[in-house]
T-cell receptor, first 114, second 111 residues
Framework: GAGVSQTPSNKVTEKGKYVELRCDPI?????LYWYRQSLGQGPEFLIY????????DSGLPNDRFFAVRPEGSVSTLKIQRTERGDSAVYLC????????????FGPGTRLTVL | KQEVTQIPAALSVPEGENLVLNCSFT??????LQWFRQDPGKGLTSLLL?????REQTSGRLNASLDKSSGRSTLYIAASQPGDSATYLC??????????FGSGTKLNVKP
């Protein structure tokens, strides 16, 4: 079946602009995660959704970052007033509704803030 | 906060060698541990998932072990092949679906 998809694959924007990154999880997966990965580092947790609600948003670095999942499927990560330090690969993962919590990742969106 | 460390950061081996990648974590109250591989410019591919009650999992040439009390997991790769070249990441999950990643081990298998 289809895996996790993310769009766009690459996004170049200018400092101060607003961007939206989209994640389409595997059908039937209730848990959805956003991570940020900088070069040479492991992914860093941003936010976790269970259904439509954000169960844990403790990893969002500041109030410029916001994520939604209005219908419990597709999620959008929104970044306001982008800064050069926001440049990274943004990864999305989903997990099925079972006790294993196995994560399945999308290919990521590479964000470059000029 | 859970800290996850992977050693070595990079490893280069000739084809055919058996090898071990290490992952250590500071808080033993984990829910599960998942090993991934990441190819350059790509997302993460799940390799093995070990629940906290398990000691090991095997898939083909891969074997992952977990010792919660000592805060360690190892990924054993048998008869390595050039196609195994990638970065291997370890992720530790807690009871609240929060996952902490190590920085990875970059593996190069030389033909």
């Amino acid at each position: 079946g289809a895996g996790v998809s993310q769009t766009p694959s690459n996004k170049v924007t200018e400092k101060g602009k607003y961007v939206e990154l989209r994640c389409d999880p595997i059908s039937g997966h209730t848990a959805l995660y956003w991570y940020r990965q900088s070069l040479g580092q492991g992914p860093e947790f941003l936010i976790y959704f269970q259904g439509t609600g954000a169960a844990d948003d403790s990893g969002l670095p500041n109030d410029r970052f916001f994520a939604v999942r209005p219908e419990g499927s597709v999620s959008t990560l929104k970044i306001q007033r982008t800064e050069r330090g926001d440049s990274a690969v943004y990864l999305c993962a989903s997990s099925p509704p079972d006790d294993r919590h196995e994560q399945f990742f999308g290919p990521g969106t590479r964000l470059t803030v000029l | 906060k859970q800290e996850v460390t992977q050693i070595p950061a990079a490893l280069s081996v000739p084809e055919g060698e058996n090898l071990v990648l290490n992952c250590s974590f500071t808080d033993s109250a984990i829910y599960n541990l998942q090993w991934f591989r990441q190819d350059p410019g790509k997302g993460l591919t799940s390799l093995l998932l070990i629940q906290s009650s398990q000691r090991e999992q095997t898939s083909g040439r891969l074997n992952a072990s977990l010792d919660k009390s000592s805060g360690r997991s190892t990924l054993y790769i048998a008869a390595s092949q050039p196609g195994d070249s990638a970065t291997y990441l370890c992720a530790v999950g807690n009871n609240f679906n929060k996952f902490y990643f190590g920085s990875g081990t970059k593996l190069n298998v030389k033909p």
